[in-house]
């Protein structure tokens, strides 16, 4: 099992940028991939980024490929999303959540962060 924090929402302009972190707890961290979503307001929950166990392989929607870098430290329980050239579209609640079986779909994620504000302002 695995407990997760995230954290660096905000407020920024279009064109900025922002830094993500999910803090994990649990020995088994390194174990799970790591996917981060987002939802805006009426809207779905929608895939952003994953990241595998180890770290080599990383998962991007089209919608933030060459904007966003998702990355991790094992050693230190933690998972990050870089996000530049942020746009007002990018407005929405951000989550990181953890998989033992991976994918995109948010169905397969079995444990959640509570979520923080990205709100990007044009």
């Known amino acids: 099992q695995v407990q997760l924090v995230e954290s660096g929402g905000a407020l920024v302009q279009a064109g900025g940028s922002l830094r993500l972190s999910c803090a994990a707890s649990?020995?088994?961290?390194?174990?799970?991939?790591i996917g981060w979503f987002r939802q805006a307001p009426g809207e779905e929950r929608e895939f952003v980024a994953s990241?595998?166990?180890?770290?080599?392989?990383?998962y991007y929607a089209a919608s933030v490929q060459g904007r966003f870098t998702v990355s991790r430290d094992n050693a230190k329980n933690t998972a990050a999303l870089q996000m530049n050239s942020l746009k007002p579209e990018d407005t929405a609640v951000y989550y990181c959540?953890?998989?033992?079986?991976?994918?995109?779909?948010?169905?397969?994620?079995?444990?959640w962060g509570q979520g923080t504000q990205v709100t990007v302002s044009s």
């Open positions: 959540a953890a998989t033992s079986v991976g994918g995109s779909s948010w169905h397969r994620y079995d444990y």
């Open positions: 649990g020995r088994t961290f390194s174990t799970y991939v």
């Open positions: 990241i595998s166990d180890s770290g080599y392989f990383t």
